[in-house]
């Protein structure tokens, strides 16, 4: 009976060793293509949470951002365009569709999930977020909230443009690639892990 209860508590720690391995912020098996981002600035709201994402990266990588121009036209590479407007749906808050260098996306437009279309030898050349303010707007958070809320997901989505996928837990979440804006606890900047994941890649 003692070698059953042995056997079961020692399964028991290695079932917890490994959903430690599997939790926490995870890759998309892609990186982002350059080490200077330009920055396209066409979400008027977003301007101090798109200033705010750049300061939070540069200080936790060696990625250095620029300002690109204020449209939509070629030439891509190296770009990130962010957007906002009123979508139509609220089933959504913000999106980062990265690209590879063919143009092909490298997550679906819609679910964000991986495509297949990138990896480690065909990487994210350039990237675009889109900020649904609808779905901000029905929320009705406070200003304070909102303001949270709009930095977490400026950060979060330029994190799916560096191939950072979404976090395994939702309680007790250790980093800002959180699944959803009710996992715990949200945040609105860079944690230790997010730092660590993002200083060994960039
Ligand atoms: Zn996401």
Known sequence: M????????MLYLLGGTLNMALAGPASYGFGYDHSTVKIRRLAPTYNI???ALTAEYSNASELVFESGP???NPPY?????FVEGLYGVTNWFAIANPYNAAGQPCTSLTTGQKTGNC???TPAD???IRFNLASQTALGLDPTELANHKLHWAIHEFGHIL????????IDTDSIMEISIDCTPLFWYLTAADK???DTRY
Do not use: F, M, P, Q
Not at 3 to 8: D, S
Not at 163 to 170: E, Q
């Open 126 to 128: 350039y990237g675009y």
């Open 2 to 9: 003692k070698k059953i209860i042995k056997l079961i508590v």
């Open 49 to 51: 949470e798109i200033s």
């Open 196 to 198: 660590t994941w993002i």
């Open 119 to 121: 990896n480690n030898y």
């Open 77 to 81: 590479s190296g770009h990130v365009a």
């Open 70 to 72: 204020n449209h939509l």
């Open 163 to 170: 191939g950072r996928a979404h976090d395994t837990v939702c």
